[in-house]
């Protein structure tokens, strides 16, 4: 009988496994024991030894310098579509401005159009670079980022977005911007009806926390609808139980 | 969202919602740190590289495909961190302090093991990069042979052969280091 290789013992104590011929022999054979003593020390220890843990400043350090990057790639992308976004901005500033003075104003400045069909102009006047979902992508930020008031048109025109807009990444940052108007008539069940056109599972992870949050009973249909799909995406699913548990 | 997939909060990252990296800071953090620790044996190099990590994760934020696992792509971006690091540095084997790479000292851990934790490090420093890589892949970020597999973009099989004939060669250095001490 031969004596158990290195390569036999190494994956009997990964997996168990070692013929019944080897395992006897292993009982009584003195230096087969000792090599399976040696690799079990071995692998043991290397288990055995944990983490270390990030040192505080360490982790101070690394936030900094990941909130450093965040806003460093924040004003670049703003840089890259200046144009547009410094007329956007102008239009937006306009609009606060008449909200802010005379309503007359503001009406006027209501009637024009809305930043995102500004935004189509303004990229059709300039024939840039065909990059627009990232320009459009841009506009919904912002209006996330400057927090207009409300408007019908403003409202109108971030559903048309979150609906039909091409690029997923331009569909939830729609999302994202309707979060502040929640409280309007309407906006609620308008989600809960886009919920059921979404297929990204990202957008319609946010619309159910949010729908969620809102406890808005018109979204226990689609989410029911959710459910049903066997193709759903399994953190969609959790989100959905969750939101359907609390609504319900 | 508390409970997102790592999947998610990338794919977050990538619509632009940068913040989100934070919470993948916060749950990688510590594996990405000890990955370096145990691969480039210092403390200081560790701290840089892990903060260098994250901030890559932002930058190609685009280049992680969804559907595919992030903690793969992720050590993607820190291994090819080490090759570059070791392209500049040589490890000085016997100049790393264990202290640095093992954890705080615990009260309920007698002296033997870890006299047996500070020979295996020292072990380990005496593995060529490419081999130790595997050993802090396999046993101490615990990743199954199909992930280094995939990671390394390597057969299973090829994998397992080669960790196994390494934890032979860490296993001669370690008694040989074990019976040089005593
Ligand atoms: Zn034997």
Redesign the interface.
């Known amino acids: 009988m031969r004596h158990i290789t ?2 036999e013992i ?2 009997f104590l990964e997996t168990g496994a070692l013929s019944s011929e080897l395992k006897e022999h292993l009982a009584d054979c003195e230096s087969c024991q000792k090599l399976q003593h ?2 079990e ?3 043991s ?11 505080d400043m ?2 101070l ?3 900094q ?2 909130a450093k ?2 806003s460093k ?2 004003s670049r ?1 703003g840089f890259q579509i200046w144009q547009i976004a410094a007329a956007v901005a102008l239009l937006i500033v306009g609009f606060y401005a008449g909200k802010l003075t005379t309503d007359d104003r503001s009406d006027e400045i209501i009637a024009l159009q809305s930043q995102v069909d500004v935004l189509k102009e303004v990229s059709m006047m300039n024939t840039l670079q065909p990059s627009s979902a990232s320009e459009r ?1 841009q506009v919904v ?1 912002m209006i996330e980022a400057e927090k207009p008031a409300y408007s019908e048109k403003l409202l109108n025109s971030l559903f048309t977005t979150l609906n039909t807009d091409e690029s ?2 331009v569909r ?2 729609a999302a ?1 911007a309707l979060v502040r108007f929640m409280d309007q008539q309407d906006v609620a069940m308008r989600m809960a009806e886009s919920l059921e056109q979404q297929t990204d ?2 957008i319609q ?1 946010s619309l159910i ?1 949010i729908l969620m949050e809102a406890q808005e009973k018109h979204a226990i249909k689609p989410l029911k609808k959710l459910l049903e799909q066997d193709s759903i995406n ?2 969609v699913k ?2 959905a139980k969750i939101a359907l548990d609390i609504i319900a | ?1 508390s ?3 790592d ?2 909060l990338m ?2 990252v ?6 989100a ?2 919470g993948l ?1 916060s749950r990688y ?3 990405v ?2 990955y370096f ?1 145990k691969s480039t044996l210092d403390g200081d190099d560790s ?1 840089d590289l ?2 260098t990590t ?2 890559r994760v ?2 190609y934020r685009n280049s992680y495909k969804q559907g595919s696992s992030f903690e793969t792509w992720l050590f993607q971006i820190a291994r090819n961190q080490v090759k570059d690091h070791f392209k500049k540095i040589k490890v000085y084997k016997d100049r790393f302090t264990t202290a640095d ?4 000292q615990e009260d309920d851990k007698d002296e033997l ?1 870890l006299e ?2 500070q ?3 020292r072990a380990m420093s005496q593995l060529p990069e490419d081999k130790r890589e595997l ?1 802090v892949l396999s ?2 970020q615990g990743m199954k042979y199909e992930q280094i597999a995939e990671l390394k973009d390597m057969s299973v099989s090829a994998i397992k052969v080669q960790v ?1 004939r390494t ?2 060669q ?2 001669d250095i ?2 040989e280091l074990e019976n040089h001490l005593n």
């Open positions: 290195e390569e190494i994956e040696e690799f020390e071995v692998i220890t290397m288990d055995s030894i944990g983490e270390k843990k990030v040192p360490v982790q350090d690394i936030a310098a990941v990057e965040i790639e924040r992308g992508l930020n997923p990444n939830y940052a994202q599972p990202l992870i926390s399994t953190d959790k989100q | 969202m409970e997102a997939s999947e998610l794919m977050t990538q619509r632009g919602q940068l913040d990296l934070n800071v953090q510590q594996r740190y000890n620790l701290a892990t903060q994250f901030i932002l930058k790479i093992l954890p705080d093991q047996r934790e020979t295996l490090m050993l046993k101490f196994h934890i032979k860490l296993k370690y008694f």
